[in-house]
C-alpha cells in the first residue's frame, strides 16, 4: 500500500478515534446531568447544547473511517442480479458518484465554514458558539469520505467488501 493510502488511513482513523472520545464526553455529560438533577445539585445548563454539537461532530468525523470499513449503508440487491462484468462497472459507477457527492459537499461546506468564519457570527444558546465551529467538521468529514471512496481503486478493493453472492437471500 502507498505511503498516500497509509496516511489517509490514518487520518480517518484519528478522526475516528476523536469522534469516539467525543461519545465518552457525552456519556460523562448525560450521566452528570442526570445525576446532578436527581440528586439536587447544580445542573450544567450548558450540557444538551454540548451533546448536540457533538454529536454532529461525531457524525462527520466518523465518515472517512466508515467507507474505509465499508460501514457505510448500501443496498447490495440489484448486484446480485448481474452479470460480473456489469457489477464492476456498475460498482466504479457509484464509486465515483459516493466520492463526487462527498467532494463536492466538502466544498460546499467549507464556503460555509470560510463566510462564517469572515463574518465572526455566533450562535446563541446556553452559551455563544461561533458559526464556524459548527461548521468545522463538515468539510473535514466530507473530504476525507470522498479520498476513501476513491481509494477503493488503487487498492483493489470492493466498494461492497464481500462479493454480493455472499450476502444473497440474507
Known amino acids: 500500500m502507498s505511503a498516500s493510502l497509509r496516511i489517509l488511513d490514518a487520518i480517518s482513523l484519528f ?3 476523536l469522534a469516539c472520545l467525543l461519545v465518552l464526553g457525552i456519556v460523562l455529560v ?3 446531568d442526570v445525576a446532578s438533577r436527581n440528586l439536587g445539585l447544580p445542573t450544567a445548563v450548558w450540557a444538551v447544547n454540548s451533546v448536540e454539537y457533538a454529536m454532529l461532530y461525531i457524525t462527520f468525523l466518523c465518515l472517512p473511517h466508515l467507507v474505509l470499513t465499508r460501514g457505510h449503508v448500501c443496498v ?4 446480485t442480479y448481474l452479470p460480473a462484468k456489469l457489477r464492476k462497472l456498475w460498482e466504479a459507477g457509484l464509486q465515483i458518484l459516493s466520492a463526487a457527492i462527498c467532494l463536492y459537499l466538502a466544498w460546499h461546506t467549507a464556503g460555509a465554514f470560510l463566510e462564517t468564519l469572515t463574518d465572526g457570527s455566533y450562535e446563541v444558546r ?3 458558539m461561533p458559526n464556524w465551529a459548527i461548521y468545522l467538521s463538515m468539510p473535514v468529514g466530507f473530504f476525507f469520505g470522498g479520498l476513501q471512496f ?3 481503486f488503487p487498492r483493489g478493493q470492493s466498494f461492497f ?3 454480493p453472492e455472499a450476502h444473497a437471500g440474507v
Not at 447490495?76 to 448486484?79: G, K, T
Open 15 to 17: 478522526l475516528f478515534r
Open 30 to 32: 448525560v450521566t452528570y
Open 76 to 79: 447490495e440487491i440489484v448486484l
Open 126 to 128: 446556553a452559551f455563544d
Open 150 to 152: 476513491l481509494a477503493f
Open 161 to 163: 467488501g464481500a462479493p
